[in-house]
């Protein structure tokens, strides 16, 4: 019997003029072995290089890497139900898709899209999202809204795109900055967006490696979103934290960007991981506890205008008495 292999999905984002629709024609023209269908707004205004263009079918577009383009009309669940269909039909080929935001959109919702619809749920999965960053221009961004914070909160890999005008100093505190909004995003240095395309189709974040990839960061200080690690050594009432995770997202759900951990849990020998965005979020039964292994649960909150102290309080709450 077959197995049914799920299509991974990576989204774009970015601000504008980050240098997004570079990576986008990057994706579209160099030769990377990867047959990808590619969902964007409108292909006019996003602004593809049309000379990459080799056939034109209705909605979707031929590239001449192999690649598909196809422009969302209506919303993005008929687009990409279009693109199953054309697959089904065999008018399409391709083994990834990539979707790319708009440059002040929120990735969130579209995230929800692929937990909300049983047939997008069946089809495809998150890769991770890459958001593509300014360094001359992403103080300022930081600074005059949410958006472009987040952008960088959602992101599972940041490209830190045209490094070649900033220094050395400047590069290390911009990344220091972006720790502090999201200390679990890999940030790669990028001139040009010059980036390994391949690496990028193979984040796999919602399969939680060995142990949760938290950078160094320091306490930012923007008004917005905010970002920290919960941790305990003491093993957890897995009835409490249910209780209290319910009640977090209920309360909380619109304001949580992305969270993520890996529990301890008494009486069970196998780690507890889970992840979610906004109200949506899955757990799972992982590998067993090694022997010798410490055993600690770690979580990390992402959101807007958390309050710390609170999630400290109820958290060890959880703690098995």
Not at 45 to 59: H, P, R, T
Not at 100 to 119: K, R, V, Y
Not at 274 to 284: D, E, I, N
């Amino acid at each position: 019997m077959r197995s049914h292999k799920k299509i991974p999905v990576t989204i774009l984002t970015g601000f504008l003029g980050s240098g997004k629709t570079t990576l986008l024609n990057r994706i579209l023209s160099e030769q990377h072995n990867q047959k990808l269908a590619v969902i964007v707004n409108e292909i006019g205004k996003v602004g593809i290089d049309n000379q990459l263009i080799v056939n034109v079918e209705e909605e979707i577009m031929e590239m001449t890497n192999g690649c598909l383009c196809c422009t969302v009309r209506e919303d993005l669940l008929v687009a990409l139900k279009n693109l199953l269909q054309a697959k089904k039909e065999g008018k399409a080929e391709f083994e990834g898709l990539v979707i790319e935001t708009t440059g002040l959109a929120n990735p969130g919702p579209i995230i929800q899209t692929f937990f909300l619809d049983p047939i997008i749920q069946s089809a495809y999965e998150i890769n991770g999202v890459v958001t593509v960053v300014d360094a001359y221009h992403i103080e300022k961004h930081l600074t005059k809204g949410l958006e472009a914070q987040e952008q960088i909160a959602f992101a599972d890999t940041v490209l830190l795109n045209k490094i070649d005008l900033v220094s050395g100093e400047q590069q290390k505190h911009i990344t220091e900055l972006l720790q502090s909004i999201n200390p679990t995003a890999e940030i790669v240095p990028t001139a040009n967006c010059e980036v390994e395309i391949e690496k990028l189709l193979h984040i796999h974040t919602f399969q939680l490696q060995e142990k949760l990839n938290i950078r160094t960061h320091t306490d930012n200080h923007l008004e917005g979103v905010k970002s920290f690690v919960l941790r305990e050594e003491r093993p957890l009432d897995m009835m409490k934290i249910n209780e209290w995770m319910t009640a977090v997202v209920q309360e909380l759900g619109e304001h949580l960007y992305r969270y993520k951990g890996i529990l301890y849990v008494e009486g069970i020998d196998k780690r507890v991981v889970f992840q979610g965005v906004h109200t949506l979020f899955a757990a799972s039964y992982d590998r067993e506890w090694k022997e010798g292994e410490k055993r600690v649960s770690e979580i990390v909150m992402i959101g807007k205008n958390l309050n710390k102290e609170w999630f400290e309080t109820h958290f060890l709450e959880c703690v098995r008495e």
